[in-house]
């Protein structure tokens, strides 16, 4: 019985033990399967989890648990399909009887090539803000009609203009407070103030009021 | 068992949480006062008690006030040799007394910073301190994953008193400021925080772990 380091340090990465977060039988197994400690330059986190459980030499016949999660480690399957060892995360850990080995394995390689598909199949997320954009027109004499209007005449991939009200500032001026959704890897704001600013007969300057992660 | 005293450390209390765990890790039981933060504390039997005003703060049954939660929590360690919490040895001892004070001062300190500069409580907000809090921080989390690349525990091969303050710790800072990168540099110290924090004894005090997708930033008030 020998164990499959590299798996072994694959898993110890973001493992303190085998199985759970406490010394088991798991460890034990593989353990006592391994004849030396683990060469640390090579296997860095195997060697940190060797000298613990060894640590543990007094109770490895009492410490808890089963065998089983270890045995995945020592079946000596070297060949286990690439792409389940690289999935080492996603995958159950659950060894079989040595005479069902290739079976485990086989669904095993099955099942991960299942949820790779389904995974990337899934619809990325857009990351979408939604955004209140105040808008000074120049004086009380400005068409506050014709400013939304050219306000909402800037039609961009990925910017989509929503609900809109007039707010008064002060001396019979209105600002005009518009609500928009974005894409934000499409639309930056900053090019879009800018935009609107190019309206000057109308627009003397946009400030951005509030923005939210949608 | 008998309570050894009065203590004042609220479940949920960050600067609490390492003085927690350690009475819940030795199984130590404590008379826990009915104490409302900020209100308790500016009384005048609090402070006729605890001058500073501040918790984690403890009473023992004779009369004795001990503040700090540093202090006492290795006087709770010592009180329950048999935990293991505080090492037999003297070396052993000054080096989770070492660990313990490092992380309280350079990890959980700079944690705490952060969060409030990026609420606005220390002034105007400054970019380039928010980054130098952020890099001291980094570093001494750096230090200690470094320590943990071939190390299960902090001292020794045992729980210690020094895994429950980083644990304590790294609560903190990876609900706010270890973001998916920032814990994808230091998988030592994330193992050991999933390790200390599902202990038995300390599965509920720690309860849903939580991890911060994005490290808190500061938001301009409008």
């Known amino acids: ?214 | 068992m008998a309570s050894i005293g009065s203590l004042y450390a609220p479940l949920g209390h960050l600067r609490a949480r390492t003085v927690n765990s350690t009475v819940a890790y030795a199984g130590l039981k404590v008379d826990r006062p009915v104490y409302t933060h900020f209100q308790d504390n500016k009384k005048s039997d609090f402070l006729g008690n605890f001058p500073h005003g501040k918790i984690p703060a403890f009473r023992s049954n004779s009369g004795v006030s001990i503040v700090e939660g540093a202090a006492i929590a290795r006087y709770f360690a010592a009180l329950a040799p048999e935990s293991g919490l505080l090492p037999k040895s003297l070396e052993d001892q000054a080096l989770v007394d070492q660990w313990c004070h490092l992380i309280e001062t350079e990890v959980f300190d700079n944690t705490l910073l952060t969060w409030f500069i990026c609420q606005g409580k220390f002034g105007p907000y400054s970019k380039e301190t928010h980054d130098i809090v952020t890099t001291r921080e980094r570093r001494a989390i750096g230090t200690v994953n470094q320590h943990l690349e071939d190390k299960t525990y902090l001292v020794g091969d045992r729980i210690t008193l020094a895994d429950l303050t980083l644990a304590s710790a790294m609560n903190f800072a990876l609900a706010k400021t270890l973001d998916t990168e920032g814990r994808a540099k230091y998988p030592n110290v994330v193992k050991h925080f999933e390790m200390v924090s599902t202990e038995p004894s300390l599965k509920e005090l720690f309860g849903k772990i939580e991890y911060a997708e994005k490290a808190i930033e500061y938001q301009s008030p409008n």
């Open chain 1, 1 to 214: 019985m020998s164990a499959n380091l590299q798996k072994l340090e694959n898993h110890l990465a973001t493992r303190s033990y085998l199985e759970g977060y406490t010394p088991s039988q798991a460890d034990v197994h593989v353990f006592k399967a391994i004849s030396s400690a683990p060469d640390a330059s090579a296997y860095p986190h195997a060697s940190r989890w060797y000298t613990h459980i060894k640590s543990y030499a007094a109770e490895h016949g009492s410490l808890a648990g089963s065998s089983t999660a270890g045995e995945v480690f020592t079946d000596g399957s070297g060949n286990t399909p690439a792409v389940a060892a690289e999935d080492d995360d996603e995958v159950d850990l659950f060894g079989d009887d040595d005479d069902e080995d290739a079976e485990a394995e086989r669904v095993k390689a099955e099942r991960v090539a299942a949820y790779n598909l389904k995974k990337s199949a899934k619809p990325k997320t857009i990351a979408k803000s939604v955004v209140t954009l105040e808008v000074k027109p120049w004086d009380d004499t400005t068409n506050m009609a014709g400013l939304e209007k050219v306000v909402r005449s800037v039609e961009w991939d990925g910017l989509v203009w929503g609900s809109s009200k007039l707010v008064p500032v002060g001396y019979g001026i209105n600002k005009l407070q518009i609500t928009l959704v974005i894409e934000d890897e499409k639309i930056s704001l900053d090019e879009l103030q800018e935009k609107l600013e190019e309206f000057d007969e109308y627009i003397m300057s946009t400030d951005v009021a509030a923005m939210q992660k949608l």
